[in-house]
């Protein structure tokens, strides 16, 4: 979730958050610190930067992430994407069924499922398991950015996709991506987009659709 800010600034809030924390503990001996060797001047420091570091942690990899997503002033720059979500594909692979006549392909194939993101500072995961128990997939890298195109916050994310028993038009194992924008809806969030997979693309099966992410507004 850091690259909403970006890295920079990241740093920047982290260093900031250390001189604090060193002014904090040596406001009172901070004459004497300046007076004498730069040398000594090292354990202080490296002290400032461990909790400088153990704050950064706590607030940014633990569940006091979640909770500071929600504040009304927090947001609005890092959504509440943490939790649980009702996923909805509709993928294009009802017309290529019609394609090896197993269809009239007069409409997309709807495929439902859940999806648990767990959210944090420095990290962003995503699993989802169909409805149906036919597949299930885990990300493999996420990144959330301002998009420069709509002034939205997206996901762009990579994914693995696992199919214990596939049908003869499918495979175990398929890679693929997706990009979703993060909307208002009411009082709470919906994310839309676009996903594409390389599933047995030699072949000409690969597939590509819609996705959309929605959840009660209570979650």
């Known amino acids: 979730m850091y690259q909403v800010i970006g890295i920079t600034k990241t740093l920047w809030y982290f260093a900031t958050t250390c001189v604090v924390i060193f002014l904090l503990l040596h406001l009172q001996d901070m004459s004497v610190l300046l007076a004498g060797p730069v040398m000594d001047l090292r354990r202080p420091v490296s002290s400032a930067v461990g909790i400088g570091a153990a704050v950064f942690y706590f607030l ?9 997503c929600k ?24 017309i290529m069924q019609k394609w090896l006549g197993q269809s009239d392909g007069s409409s997309l194939y709807v495929v439902e499922g859940k999806v648990k993101i767990k959210a944090r500072l420095f990290s962003v995961k995503m699993e989802f398991v169909g409805a149906d128990g036919y597949s299930e997939s885990k990300t493999i890298s996420v990144s959330v950015r301002p998009s420069e195109q709509t002034g939205l916050l997206e996901l762009n994310y990579m994914f693995i996709n696992y199919t214990r028993v596939p049908l003869a038009t499918d495979t175990n194992q398929h890679t693929g991506a997706g990009r ?33 992410f929605t959840r009660p507004i209570a979650s």
């Open 71 to 94: 504040l009304p002033f927090v947001c609005k720059i890092f959504p509440p994407i943490d939790g649980e979500w009702d996923m909805k594909l509709q993928s294009n692979w009802g």
């Open 60 to 68: 940014g990899q633990t569940f006091m992430f979640v909770w500071l």
């Open 180 to 212: 979703v924008f993060v909307k208002e809806s009411g009082d709470g969030l919906v994310m839309e987009g676009t996903y594409f997979t390389d599933r047995k693309w030699t072949e000409g099966l690969n597939t590509a659709g819609q996705v959309t």
